[in-house]
């Protein structure tokens, strides 16, 4: 029987664009709904472009400064070594760590989002899959709901292993309306498990209001979440 809460989850991807804020947001609203949001952080490892960190802040009442919520920000909407180097700039990967140790220390709980996907790139040699693993970070992966999320699935988890990440398992979320059938036929669970050996720990419907914080808490109680946010 699990017991021991995660006190960090990281929300990385398949890709950009697959629901890493959305599953993010849910996690959030039901943790501020059944915690409290003072118990609460939200880090987006780094950002390029504007996004997720305003979102955050405007969405949830989490009593952290921009730099808090992001600790590295370039302005174009690119890599981050490419959007560094257009401002003269280097991702300082200290920086984010320290960061993140420091807010880890006041709050209960911290939902860590990643960038891109996981082989997505951070620096010129490291990408996030090198951070989580070197991190040590308990890891959730989302999958998006579409025609190849299987091979998407089998290769990200393959790079999960190889850079020796603590994948929790995977979220299934829909990136458009799907049908149960499309659900069914491109993301089937049991063939997905038996070609990744991990747990998949739910599907979230298309949502297009993330502002509904009691509906997206509900959306995350369908989630086994026994598995996800505990040890």
């Avoid at 017991?3 to 609203?29: H, P, R, S, W, Y």
């Avoid at 939200?42 to 950002?47: A, E, G, P, T, V």
């Avoid at 979230?204 to 989630?223: E, G, H, R």
């Amino acid at each position: 029987m699990t017991d021991k809460l995660l006190n960090t989850l990281l929300i990385t991807g398949t890709d950009t664009e697959v629901g890493k804020t959305v599953l993010t947001t849910v996690l959030a609203a039901y943790w501020q709904k059944y915690h409290s949001s003072a118990s609460m952080g939200i880090m987006k490892l780094m950002q390029s472009g504007e996004g997720d960190s305003e979102w955050y802040q405007k969405i949830f009442s989490l009593n952290q400064s921009p730099e808090e919520l992001t600790p590295l920000y370039f302005q174009a909407p690119l890599a981050p070594p490419i959007a560094a180097a257009r401002e003269n700039k280097t991702v300082d990967l200290a920086k984010v760590w320290q960061g993140f140790t420091a807010l880890r220390s006041r709050r209960d709980f911290i939902f860590l989002e990643a960038l891109g996907g996981l082989g997505s790139p951070v620096t010129d040699e490291l990408t996030v899959a090198d951070l989580a693993g070197e991190w040590r970070l308990p890891t959730v992966l989302v999958v998006p709901v579409r025609l190849g999320a299987i091979s998407q699935a089998v290769a990200n988890v393959a790079l999960a292993r190889q850079s020796r990440i603590n994948l929790k398992g995977i979220v299934l979320n829909c990136v458009q309306p799907r049908t149960n059938t499309e659900i069914a036929d491109w993301t089937p669970i049991e063939l997905m498990k038996s070609l990744t050996h991990i747990p998949i720990f739910g599907c979230l419907p298309y949502l297009d209001n993330l502002t509904d914080l009691s509906k997206m808490a509900q959306v995350a109680s369908n989630l086994d979440l026994e598995r996800l946010l505990y040890i």
